[in-house]
């Protein structure tokens, strides 16, 4: 019953996000139906995220529905030139997302972002908000240890899912600014693919993933550069009387490829940057709230024209 309470929920809002962007954005495509800790599914370079990096499920929940919000801040150029001025731009996002286990081997996810950009030009400010792109994941179980005295138990996932364009996408909103993200969406239907690997022994665990998500032209004529996702992050468990505490710690990627406008590429479109990340997640009977945050180390964003500073997040889930 709760399976079908969600996806019924999960229908009405996609049925009003299309309803709210017209016919425009999303008539012209067909679409079809992660796992833990998956990170940026669309970046975009930089700001208009779905996730931004900061993880696309609960390490703590396997099964949940929640609410999340996440800010993202950079600062680039008013314009186009060498020499004008920097500007800062804040990017916030209030996210519905869950997982449901479809089969034994076999989970949904969905993310319904959204998003509310701001922009501090020298003429004065610029702001947008409204529904982001919404993304649905499926992920199968390939391979999965079986024996409860293993020293080390292993999960393998591997999936894919669909970016569907239900964000507003305007090509006004990069008038004269190098940051391509300032977006509420793409504007296009965008393919993922995605794998995960966790190990385990008793309390302590490590979790890998990657993602590669091939972008498609939108209606503008203007096409996204594919965009290729990576971490590692380590964990531990620790169980008090009525409570669960779960630190982490590790390192996330980023790589863009060029942006295309009219089938041509784009200069200072293409880039890539690695991040430190860092949070707890907290867990009492069906509720888990979660913090995380995630620091640059080194990064290279459209030839050096925008630079992340930090992301951070703050969540709350309930376990189905």
Not at 205 to 231: D, I, R, V
């Amino acid at each position: 019953m709760k399976k079908i309470i969600i996806l019924i929920a999960f229908g009405f809002l996609f049925q009003n996000a299309i309803a709210e962007n017209g016919n425009d954005s999303i008539s012209k495509f067909s679409f079809a139906f992660k796992s833990s800790a998956f990170k940026s599914l669309k970046c975009d370079a930089c700001g208009s995220a779905t996730g931004g990096s900061m993880g696309f499920s609960s390490m703590l929940s396997s099964n949940f529905i929640g609410l999340r919000y996440f800010y993202q801040r950079y600062e680039s150029r008013d314009g186009i030139f060498a020499n004008s001025p920097k500007i800062a731009e804040h990017f916030n996002t209030i996210q519905i997302w869950t997982r449901i286990p479809i089969t034994e081997k076999l989970q949904l996810s969905a993310f319904v972002p959204y998003h509310s950009h701001n922009r501090k030009l020298t003429a004065g400010n610029r702001d947008i908000s409204g529904i982001g792109d919404i993304t649905i994941l499926g992920m199968a179980t390939v391979y999965e240890t079986k024996s409860d005295s293993a020293t080390f138990s292993h999960k393998l996932q591997l999936g894919g899912g669909l970016k569907i364009p239900t964000g507003e996408y305007r090509s006004s909103n990069n008038e004269g600014t190098v940051n391509p993200g300032f977006q509420l969406g793409s504007g296009s239907l965008d393919y993922v693919l995605a794998a995960e690997y966790v190990l385990k022994t008793k309390n302590i665990g490590f979790n890998a993933m990657l993602n590669y998500n091939l972008k498609t032209e939108n209606n503008k004529e203007y096409k996204f550069g594919n965009q290729l996702n990576y971490g590692g992050t380590f964990f531990t468990l620790y169980k008090l009387k009525k409570v669960r505490l779960m630190p982490q710690l590790g390192l996330a990627g980023e790589v863009y490829e060029s942006n295309r406008q009219h089938d041509q590429y784009l200069p200072d479109t293409s880039g890539d940057i690695l991040f430190s990340k860092f949070g707890i997640e907290t867990g009492l009977d069906n509720f888990s709230l979660g913090l995380n945050a995630m620091i640059p180390i080194s990064q290279n964003l459209t030839g050096g024209n925008v630079d992340a500073k930090y992301r951070w997040s703050v969540n709350l889930n309930y376990t189905l």
